[in-house]
């Protein structure tokens, strides 16, 4: 067995701007693991927010390489229960093993990943391309720049009705709304009915992911449905979302890969909701683990690969209004890009 962990520093088309942050680039950590002739590749995005680098995931990693070496010929969930007591929360880190495990053993059984896990590519939902905070001119300009059929809109400024009403005037695609916990809730419901009327899906976590009170207000008065993201983080949130959204946006990232991912899923669904995928800007490695997941899916956000300038890799990719898989097993994903080896562990 190898394993390799590399460094890339993606870099952004526009810059991209939320409620609580903007950068023109985005960090990755790209994980790969070797056996038997067969190569996996998994990913995960550096991010601030969380207090994630790329170099202590690195580290977490590779300081378990005998840990893994010893079970790389186990399943991808078999080796995630074993290392998961080892992440000690770092989720981000074991997102990337697992989606490299879970690569190389779709790899070593001959198969993409939907096949292995008895599914068909077929209604799936289309990814949303989304358009940061900026001056409602610029995010025009945005729009005008890449027409697309759908679209996640950044909000949590002062004249947010005032930014979707100056884009309804320029589109016809449908809107998603993220305000990345920067709304009270009676702001929320009194949004709701105007956005509802420009046409606006859904309003994906309105308020910050501690007030429970107002959720509770949100959900039994606004007119749109609200997804969980900030609120929705690993396992045992899925549960306690259902009181308070009508859906979860599932980020492997934060939960710690396709196995978690994969579970939570399935809860939602037990529960009644509606479920989302999400990315972190990562590069199409981690997009094609996510383009797996598209048939168990109502709505998905990997537009990652649309927003960067240096994509590294080939793989499942979203253009032309379709996401578009490879004749690959395991997730699809091959480097562009072989980078030096990073050795801080």
């Given at each position: 067995?190898?394993?390799?962990?590399?460094?890339?520093?993606?870099?952004?088309?526009?810059?991209?701007?939320?409620?609580?942050?903007?950068?023109?680039?985005?960090?990755?950590?790209?994980?790969?693991?070797?056996?038997?002739?067969?190569?996996?590749?998994?990913?995960?995005?550096?991010?601030?927010?969380?207090?994630?680098?790329?170099?202590?995931?690195?580290?977490?990693?590779?300081?378990?390489?005998?840990?893994?070496?010893?079970?790389?010929?186990?399943?991808?969930?078999?080796?995630?229960?074993?290392?998961?007591?080892?992440?000690?929360?770092?989720?981000?880190?074991?997102?990337?093993?697992?989606?490299?495990?879970?690569?190389?053993?779709?790899?070593?059984?001959?198969?993409?990943?939907?096949?292995?896990?008895?599914?068909?590519?077929?209604?799936?939902?289309?990814?949303?391309?989304?358009?940061?905070?900026?001056?409602?001119?610029?995010?025009?300009?945005?729009?005008?720049?890449?027409?697309?059929?759908?679209?996640?809109?950044?909000?949590?400024?002062?004249?947010?009705?005032?930014?979707?009403?100056?884009?309804?005037?320029?589109?016809?695609?449908?809107?998603?709304?993220?305000?990345?916990?920067?709304?009270?809730?009676?702001?929320?419901?009194?949004?709701?009915?105007?956005?509802?009327?420009?046409?606006?899906?859904?309003?994906?976590?309105?308020?910050?992911?501690?007030?429970?009170?107002?959720?509770?207000?949100?959900?039994?008065?606004?007119?749109?449905?609200?997804?969980?993201?900030?609120?929705?983080?690993?396992?045992?949130?899925?549960?306690?979302?259902?009181?308070?959204?009508?859906?979860?946006?599932?980020?492997?990232?934060?939960?710690?890969?396709?196995?978690?991912?994969?579970?939570?899923?399935?809860?939602?669904?037990?529960?009644?909701?509606?479920?989302?995928?999400?990315?972190?800007?990562?590069?199409?490695?981690?997009?094609?683990?996510?383009?797996?997941?598209?048939?168990?899916?109502?709505?998905?956000?990997?537009?990652?690969?649309?927003?960067?300038?240096?994509?590294?890799?080939?793989?499942?990719?979203?253009?032309?209004?379709?996401?578009?898989?490879?004749?690959?097993?395991?997730?699809g994903a091959e480097l562009l890009i072989i980078k030096e080896e990073l050795k801080n562990a």
């Amino acid at each position: 067995m190898k394993l390799k962990t590399y460094k890339y520093k993606l870099e952004l088309k526009n810059t991209f701007r939320i409620s609580h942050t903007a950068r023109d680039f985005q960090e990755t950590l790209i994980v790969e693991l070797s056996d038997g002739g067969f190569t996996g590749y998994g990913e995960a995005a550096a991010t601030s927010y969380y207090g994630v680098d790329v170099e202590s995931m690195s580290a977490t990693i590779k300081a378990m390489e005998p840990l893994i070496a010893e079970n790389i010929h186990k399943t991808p969930e078999e080796l995630w229960e074993i290392t998961n007591p080892h992440f000690k929360g770092n989720s981000f880190a074991q997102c990337a093993l697992d989606i490299a495990m879970h690569d190389l053993h779709g790899k070593r059984n001959g198969q993409p990943l939907y096949k292995m896990w008895g599914l068909e590519l077929k209604d799936l939902p289309l990814s949303n391309y989304t358009i940061g905070i900026d001056t409602v001119e610029i995010m025009v300009q945005k729009i005008k720049e890449f027409p697309w059929p759908l679209y996640k809109i950044k909000l949590g400024t002062d004249e947010d009705v005032e930014i979707i009403k100056e884009l309804r005037k320029h589109t016809n695609a449908i809107f998603r709304v993220d305000a990345n916990c920067a709304w009270t809730a009676e702001q929320t419901i009194e949004y709701a009915p105007i956005m509802k009327e420009l046409g606006v899906e859904f309003l994906e976590q309105p308020l910050p992911a501690n007030d429970l009170e107002g959720m509770a207000k949100v959900l039994q008065h606004s007119v749109l449905p609200v997804i969980a993201d900030e609120s929705c983080i690993n396992e045992s949130d899925v549960k306690k979302c259902a009181d308070y959204f009508h859906g979860v946006n599932v980020k492997l990232t934060k939960c710690g890969g396709l196995t978690p991912g994969r579970r939570m899923i399935a809860e939602a669904r037990e529960l009644g909701m509606k479920v989302m995928v999400g990315c972190m800007t990562e590069s199409t490695v981690g997009l094609s683990a996510i383009g797996h997941l598209l048939p168990l899916l109502d709505y998905v956000d990997m537009d990652g690969g649309m927003l960067i300038k240096n994509d590294i890799a080939d793989g499942v990719k979203v253009y032309d209004g379709k996401t578009h898989f490879p004749n690959r097993n395991g997730t699809g994903a091959e480097l562009l890009i072989i980078k030096e080896e990073l050795k801080n562990a």
